[in-house]
């Protein structure tokens, strides 16, 4: 899938992952590929066999399908619908036959920057945000069953922060032959700054630190290592993962 616009944006982006104070292997797995405008985030799931394969397999997947993709008639949005499931089946395929790999799974968000605009893939707790103007934003809903709850009314967000529950997923890849995917579209404003984090990055930080980080930085590396190292610092009992995309306009090339 390619970038076809009239605006071009000049990307800055950086990727920082850390095993955190705890574990003893690093579950999750990002891709950046700007080449495509592609990020991505999977954090596989801790507790369950080969969540660092599962992780693996899903960005891969998800990379080598969008690349190739011929767009012809199907929208974006379908576009990357369509990668999810093949990543999806990708994970469950790899762990067919295989008793030490039963069960695994993985979250998955991801980032696209197309057409003027932005589209988000997700499933999962992990999580993209946008800071925008020094304001920050989550963009995607959580797919945990706390979360669920907490949309229907049956828990209020004080009960949910500290709940034994909290971390388990109500959807995720790899683990159900056809999960749904949220897909977000949105307008890019110039300076707009994207971030994709696991939960061990967003539940150790607030928003607003997570906004006055990114902003104290020069630019999007320093952001993606500052934002894990505060996460590993305030908590560590997870991996941390943090893809930080700063989008600047810059003159459409005539």
């Not at 990307?11 to 950046?32: F, H, L, M, P, S």
């Not at 992990?126 to 920050?136: C, F, K, P, T, Y």
């Not at 683990?175 to 749904?180: F, K, N, R």
Request: charged share 25%; net charge negative.
């Amino acid at each position: 899938m390619t970038v076809d616009s009239d605006t071009a944006w000049d990307i800055d982006y950086g990727c920082y992952t850390d095993v955190g104070r705890v574990r003893q292997r690093n579950e999750d797995a990002a891709k950046v590929s700007p080449d495509i405008f592609l990020y991505a985030v999977a954090d596989g799931m801790g507790g369950h066999r080969a969540g660092d394969r599962a992780s693996r397999i899903a960005v891969q997947t998800l990379h080598d399908y969008l690349a190739n993709a011929d767009s012809g008639d199907e929208s974006a949005e379908d576009t990357v619908r369509a990668a999810f499931q093949k990543a999806n089946r990708s994970i469950i395929e790899d762990a067919s036959g295989r008793p030490d790999r039963m069960g695994m799974g993985t979250t998955l968000t991801a980032l696209i920057v197309n057409d003027g605009g932005y589209l988000i893939g997700h499933v999962g707790d992990s999580r993209a945000l946008r800071v925008r103007d020094g304001s920050i934003e989550q963009l995607t809903e959580d797919h945990s069953i706390v979360a669920d709850q907490v949309r229907e009314g049956c828990m209020t967000e004080e009960e949910a922060q500290n709940h034994p529950m909290r971390h388990v997923l109500s959807r995720c890849m790899g683990c159900e032959p056809d999960p749904e995917v949220d897909v977000l579209t949105g307008e890019v404003q110039d300076g707009d700054v994207f971030v994709l984090g696991s939960d061990g990055l967003t539940g150790a930080l607030g928003v607003e630190l997570m906004a006055e980080t990114i902003m104290a930085a020069s630019d999007a590396a320093t952001a993606s290592k500052d934002l894990v190292e505060l996460a590993r610092e305030k908590d560590g009992s997870d991996n941390i993962t943090a893809v930080v995309v700063r989008c600047t306009a810059s003159p459409a090339p005539s």
